[in-house]
């Protein structure tokens, strides 16, 4: 797919843009603190609903103003939508699809389909579980967007869980107050088995096109692979003992609920000491194996680079696996800059086939020519085409 018209009303920098996108490279172009990587964002939220960089959408609503507009025109084959999304900052936000109300903001989910590079991969491998659960859960949204409800119903019952354990905190254990509590921790552990067993499947479909995108762009021909570190198989005291982790490796959603069960019971009188909910797929990590090590701490710079940037080139062959839209929008988002050369040219050529590929960058000596084609140059909130 690529997108044909982007505008945008007071989003972040951006007073008003009317710009016409090409399939194929689109290379923006502009000094810091311009409003290049406002654009990308602006383009990968409409995918995601989601930013790369913040959360939540309030940032994005330019200051001093109520609300801000992001309209996107995207063409697959002979097939056009328009997106229309409103961000509000006072009542609800809302979305339109081919001009017609939407009844929810995330039914737009699944119409674009995006992956963005940033310097912020970088934190996928080497900083908190956090960073691996988003990028995990972000391509499970774009990959599934019924997901995007179940993510968010088991937020709010494990806030509302959180609240009722604090609130419990020194109850007898025969309180009333407890039978409530039952009933969250079904609802925790079906809609946590659900997320588990999803993303189970998901790092397992990312095997192969992650092996193949680290080959293709790593100097070191070392092997990647994804393990499931879970908090519902995790046992620190005999992890210690043995040297070896048990990881998460069953994707059946029955057995994955009866194990949360069996481990929600074990851990209750702790959770109740301390008023916060301890195990469950908000605990989990992804721990990223080169060869036998894990990246995390043992690997160099550069190769946490190449991992990072295979983990995003092999979402993007997933997405265009399993989309009827073929292939998804790459966004590269200042990366030649953070690359040497070898690197530069090697994803250059992986990207440069894609249906639509859009760069930024402060520099554009740093980009390879080869993805010099649709130029344009982006000053204070304005885009000015350079050439065709
Ligand atoms: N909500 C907002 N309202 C108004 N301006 C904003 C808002 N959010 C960010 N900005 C401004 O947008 C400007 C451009 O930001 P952006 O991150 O797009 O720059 P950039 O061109 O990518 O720069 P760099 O090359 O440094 O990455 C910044 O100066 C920032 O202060
Ligand atoms: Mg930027």
Same mark, same amino acid.
């Given at each position: 797919?690529?997108?044909?018209?982007?505008?945008?009303?007071?989003?972040?920098?951006?007073?008003? %843009?009317?710009?016409?996108? #090409?399939?194929?490279?689109?290379? &923006?172009?502009? =000094? $810091?603190?311009?409003? +290049? *990587?406002?654009?990308?964002?602006?383009?990968?939220?409409?995918?995601?609903?989601?930013?790369?960089?913040?959360?939540?959408?309030?940032?994005?609503?330019?200051?001093?103003?109520?609300?801000?507009?992001?309209?996107?025109?995207?063409?697959?084959?002979?097939?056009?939508?328009?997106?229309?999304?409103?961000?509000?900052?006072?009542?609800?936000?809302?979305?339109?699809?081919?001009?017609?109300?939407?009844?929810?903001?995330?039914?737009?989910?699944?119409?674009?389909?995006?992956?963005?590079?940033?310097?912020?991969?970088?934190?996928?491998?080497?900083?908190?579980?956090?960073?691996?659960?988003?990028?995990?859960?972000?391509?499970?949204?774009?990959?599934?967007?019924? %997901?995007?409800?179940?993510? #968010?119903?088991?937020?709010?019952? &494990?806030?509302? =869980? $959180?609240?009722?354990? +604090? *609130?419990?905190?020194?109850?007898?254990?025969?309180?009333?107050?407890?039978?409530?509590?039952?009933?969250?921790?079904?609802?925790?552990?079906?809609?946590?088995?659900?997320?588990?067993?999803?993303?189970?499947?998901?790092?397992?479909?990312?095997?192969?096109?992650?092996?193949?995108?680290?080959?293709?762009?790593?100097?070191?021909?070392?092997?990647?692979?994804?393990?499931?570190?879970?908090?519902?198989?995790?046992?620190?005291?005999?992890?210690?003992?043995?040297?070896?982790?048990?990881?998460?490796?069953?994707?059946?959603?029955?057995?994955?609920?009866?194990?949360?069960?069996?481990?929600?019971?074990?851990?209750?009188?702790?959770?109740?000491?301390?008023?916060?909910?301890?195990?469950?797929?908000?605990?989990?990590?992804?721990? &990223?194996?080169?060869?036998?090590?894990?990246? +995390?701490?043992?690997?160099?710079?550069?190769?946490?680079?190449?991992?990072?940037?295979?983990?995003?080139?092999?979402?993007?062959?997933?997405?265009?696996?399993?989309?009827?839209?073929?292939?998804?929008?790459?966004?590269?988002?200042?990366?030649?800059?953070?690359?040497?050369?070898?690197?530069?040219?090697?994803?250059?050529?992986?990207?440069?086939?894609?249906?639509?590929?859009?760069?930024?960058?402060?520099?554009?000596?740093?980009?390879?020519?080869?993805?010099?084609?649709?130029?344009?140059?982006?000053?204070?909130?304005?885009?000015?085409?350079?050439?065709?």
């Amino acid at each position: 797919m690529h997108i044909k018209h982007l505008s945008l009303s007071n989003f972040r920098n951006y007073s008003t %843009l009317e710009l016409a996108l #090409s399939p194929g490279v689109n290379l &923006l172009v502009g =000094r $810091n603190g311009q409003g +290049k *990587t406002n654009l990308a964002e602006a383009i990968f939220y409409s995918a995601t609903l989601a930013s790369h960089r913040v959360s939540g959408y309030l940032p994005l609503i330019k200051h001093h103003e109520d609300k801000a507009v992001i309209r996107l025109l995207a063409g697959f084959e002979d097939r056009e939508n328009l997106i229309e999304l409103e961000l509000n900052l006072v009542g609800a936000n809302r979305a339109r699809i081919n001009r017609s109300e939407t009844s929810r903001v995330r039914d737009v989910l699944g119409l674009v389909n995006a992956v963005i590079f940033s310097p912020e991969d970088l934190d996928i491998v080497k900083r908190d579980p956090a960073q691996r659960r988003a990028f995990i859960d972000d391509l499970l949204i774009q990959m599934t967007p019924r %997901l995007a409800g179940v993510f #968010s119903d088991y937020d709010r019952v &494990l806030r509302q =869980r $959180n609240t009722l354990l +604090k *609130t419990s905190r020194n109850l007898p254990s025969n309180s009333p107050g407890l039978d409530t509590l039952a009933a969250w921790d079904d609802s925790l552990v079906k809609l946590g088995a659900e997320i588990i067993s999803f993303r189970q499947e998901l790092i397992h479909k990312l095997s192969a096109p992650l092996l193949s995108a680290y080959q293709a762009i790593a100097d070191e021909k070392n092997n990647p692979t994804i393990k499931y570190r879970s908090s519902l198989t995790a046992n620190p005291l005999v992890d210690i003992e043995t040297g070896e982790e048990d990881f998460l490796v069953n994707v059946d959603r029955t057995q994955i609920e009866s194990l949360f069960r069996q481990k929600l019971s074990l851990v209750k009188p702790k959770e109740l000491e301390r008023g916060i909910s301890l195990v469950g797929p908000h605990r989990d990590d992804l721990v &990223l194996f080169l060869g036998e090590f894990p990246a +995390k701490g043992f690997v160099s710079h550069g190769e946490s680079w190449s991992y990072a940037l295979a983990l995003k080139l092999a979402s993007a062959e997933l997405l265009k696996a399993e989309s009827r839209a073929g292939d998804p929008i790459l966004i590269l988002d200042d990366v030649f800059a953070e690359l040497d050369s070898t690197r530069r040219s090697r994803l250059a050529e992986l990207v440069s086939d894609n249906e639509q590929v859009i760069i930024t960058a402060a520099v554009p000596e740093d980009v390879p020519m080869s993805l010099h084609a649709h130029r344009m140059a982006v000053t204070g909130g304005t885009v000015e085409v350079q050439n065709g």
